[in-house]
């Protein structure tokens, strides 16, 4: 009876070691090039020149970058919106691999025990920000987002992110020297207007603050894509 149960390639395929690697070589290959060649051939359309529209982060959004790192926002929120029509209707436009050229190390994430973030940047004020950080459920009645409170008391140490920001000039991100020499300046300058934000909504922060580095980075996700949609008339 066991032979009944024995599929056929069982006996003709699996005892043939070789055979066996030269179909299993074919089959990936066959998958593989499904996965790969519609991306060579898909039309950028009027979205050609996404890539020069994607802006390195400023050095408070690599502040803010390091702490969404350090403290592992990846593990509960992707940051990919796939071409699905739930999704763009959802989140947004699909993301696009262009929007990804300066994410080093890319924080794609693979779960979404919250929502996707690649579209976060301008749906909710700085204020919303500062508050749901601080408690989940104050701002999302029923949240299993944990709370962050310590960001509203640590600060950003400047020369750590300029020594961040000049190790991403080193594997290419473009920025300028007087740049690099300025990160302080350049990250009280974003920092302020943030703050400003807060003290609209009568919260006291300080543009150090590493909840304003945090902020800055979520309010910055998604905007450079939004932004040329706006231009291009809304296609994708
Ligand atoms: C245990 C999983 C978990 C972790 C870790 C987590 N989140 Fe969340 N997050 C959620 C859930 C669930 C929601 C949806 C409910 C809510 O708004 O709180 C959410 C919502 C959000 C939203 C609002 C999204 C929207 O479109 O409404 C933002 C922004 C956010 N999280 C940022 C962060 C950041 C930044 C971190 C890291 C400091 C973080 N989250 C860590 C689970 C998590």
Redesign the pocket.
């Known amino acids: 009876m066991s032979n009944d149960n024995t599929h056929w390639h069982r006996s003709l395929i699996e005892p043939k070691a070789g055979l066996m690697a030269v179909l299993t070589t074919v089959f990936i290959s066959v998958g593989g090039l499904v996965e790969i060649l519609p991306m060579f051939t898909a039309s950028a359309g009027n979205q050609a020149d996404l890539l020069e529209q994607i802006h390195p982060y400023t050095p408070l959004e690599v502040a803010g970058r390091d702490?969404?790192t350090r403290?592992?926002?990846y593990?509960?929120?992707s940051q990919m919106v796939r071409p699905f029509r739930d999704e763009t209707l959802r989140y947004g436009v699909w993301s696009r691999s262009e929007e990804y050229v300066w994410d080093r190390p890319f924080l794609l994430g693979s779960r979404r025990?919250?929502?996707d973030?690649h579209r976060?940047g301008g749906?909710?004020p700085d204020a919303w920000?500062y508050e749901?950080?601080r408690d989940?459920r104050s701002?999302?009645p029923g949240?299993?987002?944990?709370p962050?409170q310590w960001l509203h008391e640590s600060k950003v140490d400047t020369e750590d992110i300029r020594a961040s920001v000049v190790a991403l000039s080193r594997v290419g991100t473009p920025y300028t020297q007087d740049e690099i020499d300025h990160v302080p300046d350049l990250m009280k300058e974003q920092g302020t207007v943030i703050v400003q934000h807060l003290a609209d909504a009568g919260i006291t922060a300080e543009w150090d603050d590493e909840i304003v580095a945090?902020t800055s980075y979520?309010q910055r996700l998604g905007r450079d894509r939004k932004a040329t949609l706006a231009t291009a008339g809304g296609a994708q």
């Open positions: 702490i969404y403290e592992g926002c593990v509960c929120h025990i919250g929502p973030l976060v749906k909710y920000h749901h950080m989940p701002t999302s949240s299993v987002m944990p962050y945090l979520l």
